[in-house]
């Protein structure tokens, strides 16, 4: 069992950044992988990114590529989501995903979510 802990939503005006932290604990954090989906009420669950197990590879939406980077702090059990350059369509639930498959998080499909945290962008 892996538990998520979302934090670092909050309200931002447009052009702003925000960092967004993922608290990983239980089953060993170097052996998954992790993604961050993002959901508006009313609408399909999007994913966001996602990063290796071994943090080399990464993966992201092409709505975010160039402006959200995902890095994991092995040491400390994290993983972030900076986003940078941030738009009012980035107004979304963000959550944090785990799975020993860096595809099945690609697709949805991973075993592990957070509660997630709530990322308002003003215009």
């Known amino acids: 069992q892996v538990t998520l802990v979302e934090s670092g939503g909050g309200l931002v005006q447009a052009g702003g950044s925000l960092r967004l932290s993922c608290a990983a604990s239980?089953?060993?954090?170097?052996?998954?992988?992790f993604g961050w989906f993002r959901q508006v009420s009313g609408k399909d669950r999007e994913f966001v990114g996602a990063?290796?197990?071994?943090?080399?590879?990464?993966w992201y939406a092409d709505s975010v590529k160039g402006r959200f980077t995902i890095s994991r702090d092995n040491a400390n059990n994290i993983v972030y989501l900076q986003m940078n350059s941030l738009k009012p369509e980035d107004t979304a639930v963000y959550y944090c995903?785990?799975?020993?498959?860096?595809?099945?998080?690609?697709?949805?499909?991973?075993?592990?979510w957070g509660k997630g945290t709530l990322v308002t962008i003003s215009s």
């Open positions: 995903t785990a799975d020993q498959s860096t595809m099945d998080i690609r697709e949805g499909r991973a075993s592990y």
């Open positions: 239980g089953r060993t954090f170097r052996g998954h992988a």
């Open positions: 990063i290796s197990l071994s943090g080399e590879g990464t």
